[in-house]
């Protein structure tokens, strides 16, 4: 098999993975923080041998590649995608994402891990001006105001904002999969949370190639749902392998990797 192309934010990063190592120097940052400064390169070499994406390519005996920094989201994804397959001769767009470059053959899929639908921006005129906004519009400052007075302008609530957004999301998750699908990579998509999964179900296309999770016979749609099902599945109610005394990170642990990872092998095993 060729390569595995993987999107997503700090779930399949890997964050807080690095607690399972021996390795010294390891920070422990209060609840949702992260402070890349205090994750040493050997901290980041020991989380990619954990997380799903490497787990993935093992057993199929193959490469993956991801970009460089944590967190994220379909907005920086599909940068992501856009930057690697940048033509050589052409100055790299976001240096930062990666530095690495390849063809469109290098690969035989890509596989998404869809984030918070919030992070992504939100564009929108104002005044003849155009603004976007990538959070919630609950909050008060910022482009928040300017997104509750679009809000207030056009008579929109709060849920027709949020529809807007999410069948913005839907159709260009469409549209990005057949771009690369067209350019001969397979793909796949599995989601953190639920705020696509009802598109996803309706649209036979993305469906196809939606991946549920399967632990001890049952089955979930998505990481959030699974994770509240079985805490072990979040480092911090690891007791198993930390003791009474985990750290305090919500991110996927060691086991929740090797599910997700378990999931997207039988995908594409169906494919084979």
Known sequence: MKGLLFGGCSFTWGQGLYFYSDLPDLYYPKPYEY????????????KDTLRFPRLVANHFNTFE?????????????????????????????????????????????????????????FYFELGGHKCHTNVSPRADYGDYKLLLKWMEDNDKTYDDWQKELSEAQYRRLVKELKFYEEKGIKTKILSWEDDLITYIKNDTFLNERFITLDYKGRTYDNIQKLQHNHKEMIIEYDYEFFGDNPPKDHHPSKLCHRVIADNIIKSIEKDI
């Not at 402070?35 to 020991?46: E, G, I, N, S």
């Open 65 to 121: 590649s991801f970009k460089t920094i944590n967190g994220g989201s379909e907005d920086e994804t599909f940068t992501f995608f856009e930057n690697i397959f940048t033509d050589k001769e052409k100055k790299r767009m976001m240096p930062h994402i990666s530095l690495e470059r390849y063809d469109y053959h290098d690969f035989d899929y890509i596989i998404i891990q869809l984030s918070q639908l919030f992070r992504n921006r």
């Open 35 to 46: 402070h890349a400064d205090k994750v040493t390169d050997a901290h980041l070499r020991f």
